[in-house]
């Protein structure tokens, strides 16, 4: 072990810190005396003394300060301009000797048992291990360079140099922002590895990462060099293994025209695969077996499901690379996928958030970075959506989801929007493919392969059922996110707004509301949701608007410019948000009320705002204090409520009317949720999440009560409010208003007309 060089012989899996994750795990299995091309590591504290020693340092987060990724031509150009300056500097002399000695060791030949002839010079790989990387919880594969078939000392210091200056490639500098990580705190590793002159290679998966089966081992091989399986040129042979009985269950057989190979000047160059080879099995039964018993034995050790990257060099089989399946989650009963019915075959089933029916070509959005990718008429597919994605929403013509309930915030935009969603299919980012064309009839939650008709029932609407003639004392409302939806929503017909969320509006903006205050930008903030919230309010002229005042999450919002400060919580959905947020930042807070006010100047006085999350008196008091700060009077001027969404304000709803509130307005998603206990983004508790749970029902009975007998009005802006059986609910009880989305409020209107039908014959409602 030198002073910038350590060996393979010398690594182990906790040496993240010295050679990254690919070097820690190659001295891993180097330790467990598995077949790993001989090498070293020059270590992360090699690159670190390289750039502080020489003044990198100093320059390079000068450059990144304050750097926008999300501004791709500054973010290309500040990348270059980095990349550039470490590739021009000299590495220190007594650096680059080390690493041209033991370049050179890795090339000795025994003579004897103890004399050692002239080094041959042999080609190796060098490749980028950062500290961060291949962690349990968060894989940088292919964030950084590898250079193959690098051969000579005069060539190896510069390919280190190379590497190192990968750690600032644009998707690099972008991909750590993205995932709040320090840039400061980001080191490089370059390993130096014996070249595999490979005749095969290809990729290990000790579980099967298309179905997330734990019982399945994944074998993908191609002829040649293993970059061409990286990078998706050569479709590879698949075979699918039993971990429990060894049975090979399945070969894919797919015909490979060509491979990447080494010539004799070390180039790596396209060769053509034999004819008679081309759509052959590539790997043998020996082989298949050999790679099913590392990879086991990898498993077994690392006590998770890996991915390896493996080469064969005259019949013998190496490991190269073994990292995390960072996406596996544990296999839950009932398989989804396969299924054959009438209509087509099944590729996934889920939860409908949003109804209807679309057929178009997928595309997997798997990063933010990723979001241009979907075009108009695509089926956006996606582990979750997040308030940076609603563009790309906007433009998909059906969206799929692995996670997340029929309140999470696909489900809630997707049914604002009108665009067929599923949610909660657990694996869609896996099992579906970029262009592949699929249906998605979210009615019934299934996608399904291909293209297929399927009819679905036409809605008719006569004359006598125009909401000029369904009449209800109970106000119909319609809850909205996006702006532009503003006049589409009017034409419903519905009575007014009963919720604006400010975080779409926000999203569009693309900076969080915390760091318009930092940089002394209020008035920015201001101006961004006056113009959001005047195309509702024009569109809904004369009709009421309530606004709700900003409810960020901390871990909902960390893509916007300035959310890579919000803190990190154990429980976001009961942390730090809604008003103990705002006035914790007052700031925000004031410059929400002050978008109204001005509004209110400029004549459009049917917005109110009401405050979120709201567990105190004192809360109300001192967000009074603030409206008044910027010129409104709460409930003499402005329309000003609360939103009742936790058992709390339930419980001191009389203390609450008595401070003195215009409305208060049913937040049943987060009531019910912290009512019953139940996290609403978990897909595998959706049938136990019922806003119909005698709890909840009993909770708003109270509260509409309560809010009678102060003359308070009481209205609901949560997802319950579009099922029909709550808006039956709500009615007896004398709710003053009922606020569903946009495609519910037609339905909504006529179950209220004939709930108050009836109790009219029935002699009144509860008043």
């Known amino acids: 072990m030198g002073k910038y060089v350590v060996w393979f012989k010398d690594l182990q899996k906790d040496s993240i810190a010295i050679a990254g994750g690919k070097g820690s795990n190659l001295g891993e299995m180097t330790q467990l005396s598995l077949p790993v091309p001989n090498g070293f590591a020059v270590t992360a504290q090699t690159y670190k003394e390289f750039i502080e020693q020489t003044g990198l340092k100093n320059q390079i987060e000068q450059l990144l300060l304050g750097l926008d990724e999300e501004d791709t031509t500054n973010l290309q150009k500040t990348s270059e301009q980095i990349q550039k300056i470490i590739i021009e500097t000299p590495v220190p002399e007594d650096m680059a000797e080390e690493i041209v000695d033991n370049y050179e060791l890795l090339g000795m030949k025994k003579r004897d048992a103890s004399n050692l002839v002239q080094p041959e010079e042999v080609f190796v790989a060098v490749r980028s291990s950062a500290t961060a990387e291949d962690l349990p919880s968060a894989s940088f594969a292919g964030q950084q360079a590898t250079f193959l078939n690098i051969k000579g000392k005069e060539h190896i210091v510069d390919a280190v140099r190379a590497c190192w200056a990968s750690l600032f490639t644009a998707r690099a500098i972008y991909y750590r922002q993205k995932n709040k990580f320090e840039h400061s705190k980001v080191y490089l590793s370059a390993i130096v590895q014996r070249m595999v002159n490979s005749e095969k290679s290809g990729i290990m998966f000790t579980i099967n990462p298309a179905t997330n089966n734990a019982d399945e081992l994944v074998i993908e091989a191609i002829y040649g060099l293993g970059e061409m399986i990286v990078g998706g040129e050569v479709n590879p042979n698949t075979y699918l293994i039993d971990k429990k009985t060894k049975e090979l269950k399945k070969i894919e057989v797919k015909k490979q025209d060509y491979g990447l190979f080494r010539n004799e000047k070390g180039e790596n160059v396209k060769r053509d695969i034999a004819k008679s080879n081309q759509e052959k099995q590539n790997l043998n039964d020996k082989q298949i077996q050999e790679l099913?018993?590392?990879?086991?034995?990898?498993?077994?050790?690392?006590?998770?499901?890996?991915?390896?990257?493996?080469?064969?060099?005259?019949?013998?089989?190496?490991?190269?690379?073994?990292?995390?399946?960072?996406?596996?989650?544990?296999?839950?009963?009932?398989?989804?996928?396969?299924?054959?019915?009438?209509?087509?075959?099944?590729?996934?089933?889920?939860?409908?958030?949003?109804?209807?029916?679309?057929s178009g070509p997928v595309k997997v959005v798997n990063a933010i970075s990723e979001l241009n990718k979907v075009l108009k008429g695509d089926v956006l597919v996606t582990v979750m959506t997040t308030p940076d994605m609603v563009p790309a929403m906007q433009r998909a013509g059906a969206i799929v989801t692995d996670e997340g309930g029929l309140t999470c915030h696909a489900a809630i935009v997707a049914r604002e929007m009108g665009t067929p969603c599923i949610v909660g299919t657990e694996h869609a980012t896996q099992v579906l493919k970029d262009g592949e064309m699929v249906t998605v009839h979210a009615s019934k939650g299934i996608v399904y392969e291909g293209k297929i008709e399927v009819k679905m029932p036409v809605k008719v609407v006569s004359s006598a059922q125009t909401k000029a003639e369904i009449i209800t004392a109970t106000k119909i409302k319609?809850?909205?996110?996006?702006?532009?939806?503003?006049?589409?929503?009017?034409?419903?017909?519905?009575?007014?707004?009963?919720?604006?969320?400010?975080?779409?509006?926000?999203?569009?903006?693309?900076?969080?509301?915390?760091?318009?205050?930092?940089?002394?930008?209020?008035?920015?903030?201001?101006?961004?949701?006056?113009?959001?919230?005047?195309?509702?309010?024009?569109?809904?002229?004369?009709?009421?608007?309530?606004?709700?005042?900003?409810?960020?999450?901390?871990?909902?919002?960390?893509?916007?410019?300035?959310?890579?400060?919000?803190?990190?919580?154990?429980?976001?959905?009961?942390?730090?948000?809604?008003?103990?947020?705002?006035?914790?930042?007052?700031?925000?807070?004031?410059?929400?009320?002050?978008?109204?006010?001005?509004?209110?100047?400029?004549?459009?006085?049917?917005?109110?705002?009401?405050?979120?999350?709201?567990?105190?008196?004192?809360?109300?008091?001192?967000?009074?204090?603030?409206?008044?700060?910027v010129g409104l009077e709460p409930c003499r001027q402005v329309d000003f409520g609360i939103m009742v969404e936790t058992p709390a304000a339930c419980w001191i709803i009389e203390e609450l009317c008595k401070e003195g509130v215009s409305f208060v307005s049913f937040g049943t998603n987060d009531l019910t949720q912290m009512t019953l206990g139940i996290d609403r983004n978990n897909e595998r508790l959706n049938s136990r999440f019922d806003e119909m749970h005698p709890a909840v029902l009993g909770e708003l009975a109270k509260v509409i009560k309560v809010c009678k007998k102060y003359n308070v009005i009481t209205s609901i802006c949560g997802q319950a409010g579009s099922r029909p059986e709550m808006a039956d609910f709500l009615v007896h009880q004398g709710i003053d208003s009922i606020s569903a989305n946009a495609d519910a409020v037609y339905d909504i209107r006529k179950v209220v007309a004939q709930t108050e039908r009836k109790l009219l014959k029935d002699g009144g409602r509860k008043r």
């Open 478 to 629: 319609i809850i909205m996110d996006i702006p532009e939806m503003g006049q589409k929503a009017a034409e419903t017909g519905a009575d007014g707004v009963g919720l604006v969320r400010l975080e779409i509006m926000i999203a569009a903006g693309g900076i969080h509301p915390a760091e318009y205050i930092r940089n002394g930008k209020e008035k920015d903030y201001v101006n961004l949701l006056k113009d959001g919230i005047k195309k509702i309010a024009t569109a809904f002229a004369h009709k009421p608007v309530w606004v709700r005042c900003s409810d960020m999450r901390t871990d909902e919002y960390r893509g916007l410019q300035g959310g890579n400060l919000e803190p990190k919580e154990t429980d976001p959905m009961i942390g730090w948000h809604g008003i103990r947020r705002l006035l914790d930042e007052p700031k925000i807070l004031k410059a929400e009320f002050q978008a109204v006010k001005e509004l209110h100047d400029e004549g459009l006085k049917n917005v109110g705002v009401m405050i979120p999350f709201v567990i105190r008196t004192e809360e109300v008091q001192k967000a009074k204090d603030i409206m008044r700060e």
């Open 292 to 358: 099913f018993r590392l990879g086991k034995k990898l498993e077994e050790h690392y006590g998770r499901p890996q991915d390896i990257e493996w080469a064969i060099e005259n019949g013998e089989v190496f490991l190269v690379q073994t990292r995390p399946v960072t996406t596996f989650k544990p296999k839950v009963a009932g398989e989804r996928l396969g299924i054959t019915e009438e209509a087509g075959k099944i590729l996934l089933k889920g939860d409908t958030a949003s109804a209807g029916v679309y």
